[in-house]
């Protein structure tokens, strides 16, 4: 995507295309619920948002604070490391920010039940966290491997009063929690609304998500002119791709680098892996075309990453294009290598990541020693690592 490109960047179109990517690829029954949703959203007055933004201070925390790794920088010998501290948020990710928008929606559509999907859970506990603080019940659809391998989450979900349902179906893992809640909405689409936790999924969920998710973005761009700095690469960890392209999208029209970064699993020449648009093909998930992992018959192709949020077989379409423009940067990074980055930030920072951020980590750690001390890397810290504990425990040594 050249500069000119850039300045004039609006995506997506009226049918929700990105590119080639986007769309709606959904059952009759779920487009008039898809056109009143869109209207509703393309409609919103001032008070929403005043609202909006009102439960994003009180009652989440922001603005989040935009922290320099000195220790870190030091270390790395290169550019200087910002930390975008979305790991502080109430319920402990960005995931939030979301919610409350869409349960905002939902109260305004007269909908009385929400569903929703998640992976590492912090989607879940999100969504269970304003269904109660609104007094809405809420049914959220986990994968069984997750359900085992995230079991605080799962707890913090049922405590705040959800409803989890694991779901037994294919990897067991988020792309099959989707499918069920799909499945849901489909049967109860009258009543309820369903919460989607990342950039996919048809027109409008992918430009709703990032507009209630660039809050981080906006505010780096503030705290960033107020230290009279600038970006010169901003770094997120990917799966679906909420927390990246929340702080890419009011990058897009400046002169900065934009790096997501994959699951590479136990690495992307083998087939245990969720590197979408590394490996992946074009093909329709969730409602959207997108990059997809396939298999040589064209079906969706099982993902994995040591991280359930990254465990996803697809990316945003939104994200799809602007690899496909050139506007941003994709790599993988292993499971082993995110383990290595849990360390190092937890070690040298005082600040232990969440496994998709420590993705992040991990190349932030590479890509820093080959540029400048005058620098500045900005790498969205998406969420905190207590619900990985379990994990840690298992594969990282005490004073390794």
């Keep these: 995507m050249t500069q000119t490109q850039a300045e004039t960047y609006q995506q997506p179109d009226a049918f929700g295309h990105f590119g080639r990517f986007g769309g709606?690829?959904?059952p009759e029954t779920l487009m008039p619920a898809l056109h009143e949703l869109i209207e509703v959203y393309h409609n919103l007055d001032e008070s929403f948002w005043r609202e909006y933004r009102s439960y994003l201070k009180d009652y989440v925390g922001r603005p989040t604070p935009l922290y320099e790794?000195?220790?870190?920088?030091?270390?790395?010998?290169?550019?200087?490391i910002f930390l975008k501290r979305e790991d502080l948020n109430h319920t402990g990710a960005h995931k939030i920010n979301n919610t409350v928008?869409?349960?905002?929606?939902?109260r305004r559509m007269g909908k009385t039940r929400i569903i929703a999907e998640t992976g590492a859970g912090q989607h879940g506990v999100a969504t269970a966290t304003v269904c109660a603080l609104f007094d809405m019940p809420c049914v959220v659809y986990m994968g069984a491997e997750d359900v085992e391998r995230q079991s605080l989450n799962v707890y913090r979900m049922k405590l705040l009063g959800a409803e989890v349902r694991p779901v037994t179906s294919g990897s067991q893992t988020l792309k099959d929690a989707t499918n069920e809640a799909i499945r849901d909405?489909?049967?109860?689409?009258?009543?309820?609304?369903?919460?989607?936790g990342s950039v996919v999924?048809?027109?409008p969920y992918p430009a709703m998500v990032r507009d209630f998710q660039k809050v981080i973005g906006e505010e780096c761009l503030q705290q960033l002119d107020e230290r009279d700095l600038k970006a010169d690469a901003v770094v997120a960890c990917v799966g679906g791709g909420s927390n990246a392209m929340g702080i890419f999208y009011p990058f897009i029209d400046k002169d900065t680098r934009l790096i997501g970064v994959e699951a590479a699993g136990r690495g992307v020449e083998s087939d245990e892996h969720a590197a979408s648009i590394s490996k992946g093909k074009p093909g329709v998930l969730h409602g959207a075309m997108s990059m997809l992992l396939q298999d040589p018959n064209?079906?969706?192709?099982?993902a994995h990453s040591i991280s359930a949020g990254l465990d996803y077989?697809?990316?945003?379409?939104?994200?799809?294009?602007?690899?496909?423009?050139?506007?941003?940067?994709?790599?993988?990074v292993t499971d082993e290598q995110a383990l290595e980055g849990v360390v190092r930030v937890s070690r040298l920072e005082g600040i232990i990541p969440a496994l998709e951020s420590a993705h992040a980590v991990a190349y932030v750690d590479q890509l820093a020693r080959t540029m400048r001390p005058d620098q500045v890397i900005l790498l969205n810290m998406s969420?905190?690592?207590?619900?990985?504990?379990?994990?840690?425990?298992?594969?990282?040594?005490?004073?390794?």
């Design 313 to 332: 077989p697809g990316i945003g379409p939104e994200h799809a294009h602007l690899n496909d423009t050139g506007r941003s940067a994709f790599v993988a």
């Design 69 to 80: 790794a000195k220790r870190w920088s030091r270390e790395a010998g290169g550019a200087r």
């Design 185 to 196: 909405w489909v049967t109860n689409v009258a009543d309820s609304f369903y919460i989607i």
């Design 101 to 106: 928008g869409q349960i905002l929606l939902a």
């Design 201 to 203: 999924g048809p027109h």
């Design 298 to 302: 064209g079906q969706v192709a099982l």
């Design 24 to 26: 709606q690829y959904v």
């Design 383 to 400: 969420g905190r690592g207590d619900k990985d504990m379990n994990t840690y425990e298992k594969h990282i040594k005490p004073g390794a």
